[in-house]
């Protein structure tokens, strides 16, 4: 168990629709990362926050957003899903942003199909 | 080319083989590498983390890095079925602006009791 926590594990969903991953960090980490993991994409970086603020984007859709809460849990919001936005979700929490010591570790994610 | 090259298997193997996991990379900026260890629908688990050339031993498993070649392995010694799962190689740069992690798609090993 990483300490990092994700929910809900699964969500079914329709096309054009909007929903919210939640992602509680370890405790003490400041640093929260989204990916997505695909069949074909393998895993992708899509956003970073640090301490409530976004500090580097990744591939990230326009339709996708996410944020940092003052109690540092975060949450990726999906819009208008499409099929192709069916994929695993992981979030991944480190302790900082420098320093060797700045593994990330990773949630067990949310499996997000879209019909 | 893909910033991170990893060969994505099955790789099968006999109980108490010694395995070789590899990934190469271009980008020369990569200065932190990590090995993750993936279940079957489970989240990835670090394995290992090394930072700059050289290898890093931790009981069972070594992990080597080339920078001069671009190109990074991990040894499983007397492999067990358990440690049957996607192995993904992992690299990102010593910072700047971000600090995500780039990863190979993963290499599928299975440890035949």
């Known amino acids: 168990d990483s300490g990092v926590t994700q929910t809900p594990k699964h969500l079914i969903t329709a096309t054009g629709q909007r929903v919210t991953l939640r992602c509680s960090p370890r405790?003490?980490?400041?640093?929260v990362y989204w990916y997505q993991q695909s069949l074909d994409q393998g895993l992708q970086f899509l956003i970073q926050y640090y301490n409530g603020e976004e500090r580097a984007k990744g591939n990230i859709l326009e339709r996708f957003s996410a944020q940092q809460f003052p109690d540092l849990h975060s949450e990726l919001n999906l819009s208008s899903l499409e099929l192709g936005d069916s994929a695993l979700y992981f979030c991944?929490?480190?302790?900082?942003?420098?320093?060797?010591?700045?593994?990330?570790?990773f949630g067990p994610g949310t499996r997000l199909t879209v019909l | 080319q893909k910033e991170v090259e990893q060969d994505p298997g099955p790789l099968s193997v006999p109980e108490g083989a010694i395995v070789s996991l590899n990934c190469t990379y271009s980008n020369s900026a990569f200065q932190y590498f990590m090995w993750y260890r993936q279940y079957s629908r489970k989240g990835p688990e670090l394995l290992m983390y090394t930072y700059s050339s050289g290898n890093k031993e931790d009981g069972r498993f070594t992990a080597q890095v080339d920078k001069s070649s671009k190109y990074i392995s991990l040894f499983i010694r007397d492999s067990q079925p358990s440690d049957s799962a996607t192995y993904l190689c992992?690299?990102?740069?010593?910072?700047?602006?971000?600090?995500?992690?780039?990863f190979g798609k993963g290499t599928l090993l299975t440890v035949n009791p």
């Open positions: 405790s003490g980490d400041l640093s």
């Open positions: 991944a929490s480190s302790a900082s942003l420098a320093g060797i010591g700045n593994e990330q570790f």
């Open positions: 992992a690299m990102r740069d010593s910072g700047g602006s971000n600090y995500k992690l780039t």
